[in-house]
């Protein structure tokens, strides 16, 4: 068979690929692509087709093969592009950008609430948020190990209800909260 004998017989099929080809695609022009893509792939790859094999079956695989590996492209594009018009609220967390005007509001937040708290307090807690123990901030402070564990304690507290802003609603466990 040559070519153009077969090139003839390709384009003998094209209507009954392009109704095939609508049940995948379900549009109108996605099928005539998808026929386009599958009528130029078997006229390129002629040398592959052996005669005496079914001419309609060989175009039906071409165009499956065809069809899927579009669609995996597809897929696969569309999880690392998104378009700007897609990106919900809860997806601005992870945009190229980062403001960093929030992250200063946030730490002015905490060293007003710092601040505000009495220096009985404010001296053992950030002596144990830098990282010191309880007995060397009772050292440090000559007074009972068990006060220092309150006034940290009572500084968390304050600083927990001077920060409730902040407080996503995320739900703790029970034995987590405290009061």
Do not use: C
């Amino acid at each position: 068979m040559t070519k153009i004998e077969f090139n003839t017989m390709v384009l003998r099929q094209a209507s009954s690929l392009r109704s095939y080809a609508l049940h995948f695609t379900h549009d109108a022009d996605d099928a005539n692509d998808l026929v386009q893509d599958t009528m130029l792939k078997a006229i390129t790859y002629y040398n592959k087709f052996k005669e005496g094999t079914n001419l309609k079956g060989w175009l039906y695989t071409i165009m499956k093969n065809t069809f899927i590996n579009n669609y995996r492209r597809f897929v696969k594009m569309s999880t690392f592009v998104t378009k700007s018009e897609e990106i919900s609220s809860a997806n601005l967390v992870f945009s190229s950008t980062k403001n960093q005007g929030e992250s200063k509001f946030v730490m002015d937040d905490i060293r007003r609430a710092l601040d505000r708290l009495p220096e009985d307090y404010y001296v053992p807690f950030t002596m144990y948020f830098e990282g010191h123990k309880y007995h060397e901030i009772a050292d440090h402070l000559t007074i009972p190990i068990g006060t220092v564990k309150t006034r940290i304690h009572v500084a968390r507290k304050l600083l927990k209800k001077n920060l409730k802003a902040y407080d996503n609603g995320v739900k703790k466990p029970i034995y987590a909260e405290e009061d």
